[in-house]
């Protein structure tokens, strides 16, 4: 079941806001969450096609400056800061690895209508019918998807990995940015561990 990411007005985003003001007021976390970020170089983008890879300097829309995970007391919250933060036109896919297993989540905004939130379970292709929120905050140049800690099989902790994708043309031509590293090598790149707060 593909699940739609909640409004701004839904009660099941008042985590992910609560958060993102603290965030964003720069203060740090907030006391019941424990939190770690990562800057990644801007200019990094590459685009992947039948004829190789080849460098994408001036994507801006695909490419991803800052990685944050927030493991609070209910809500994972994953955020995602781009160098042009657009309506749509990219994917978000995290990896989110906790003492249970693997978790995948995608924020999709790859063609131009609302953007949603799907959950993977380890090892399974059918996603969950969890209910993730999101949500955009352009004038940051931010996404924060709020996954319930539940979703994730309540665990102790979460590693965390992104990329960022775009299929210029589907199957053949796709850009990419790895928060956590440069180039193309596989799955995004896991940060460190995050206990919950």
Partial sequence: MIVRSAGPRDAGLAPAAVCLAVLFAGTGAAAYADSESHADRAHDVVEVSPSGTAARPGDRRRDVVLVRTVHAQHVVLLIAGLRRLGASGFELLWRVRTDAGTWRVQYNADIPSTPFVVVYPPGDDEPSD?????????????????????????????????????WVQFDTDVRLDDARRTGLHGPARLGPRVQKG
């Fill in 130 to 166: 969890c209910l993730a929120g999101a949500h955009r905050d352009a004038a940051h140049r931010r996404v924060a998807v709020s996954v319930p800690r539940s979703c994730l099989g309540g665990p102790h902790w979460v590693r965390t990995g992104l990329l960022v994708r775009h």
